[in-house]
């Protein structure tokens, strides 16, 4: 019989293929953040908002395969969405990071999401219309106090 031993020694640090990247979301889009990665197995993933951990709950989804986290903000509506988030993959070889900030843009006709641009799409889109106008609303009141 013939075994074989892997040496730590020949294990792959891991390391980011593609990183955040700073980005700006209108108020009541959708916020997703996600990095793929390489290097062996074995993949520790930890999010971190202002500097503080995260992890999936009632404000976070977290999704982690063999290449690539993401982290869906589920309330991106609120102002408390904005901020710096980290991704930090770590590996018994080694450890990356990486950063971006995040700011919430004002809604704006002008940045009317596209799927309401044409009467026969904001029928079918309606719910979706309303949710908008709801967060638009709000977002303009909150500004003006």
């Known amino acids: 019989m013939i075994s074989i031993r892997v040496d730590k020694a020949f294990e792959e640090p891991v390391r980011f293929i593609k990183k955040l990247e700073d ?3 209108i108020v009541g889009q959708p916020l997703k953040l996600v990095c793929t990665y390489a290097g062996s197995q074995r993949v520790h993933v930890t999010w971190k908002k202002d500097d503080k951990l995260i992890w999936a709950s009632y404000q976070y989804n977290v999704l982690t395969t063999n290449s690539t986290c993401s982290l869906e903000v589920l309330y991106s509506d609120r102002p408390a969405a904005a901020g710096k988030y980290s991704c930090e993959i770590s590996n018994e070889a080694g450890s990356d990071v990486c950063h971006a900030h995040i700011t919430l843009g004002k809604c704006t006709i002008s940045n009317l999401p ?18 908008w106008c709801m967060i638009t609303l709000i977002s303009l009141l909150t500004e003006a106090n």
């Open 23 to 25: 980005t700006s979301v």
């Open 114 to 131: 596209t799927a309401f641009h044409s009467s026969a799409n904001l029928l079918s889109n309606y719910p979706h219309f309303l949710r």
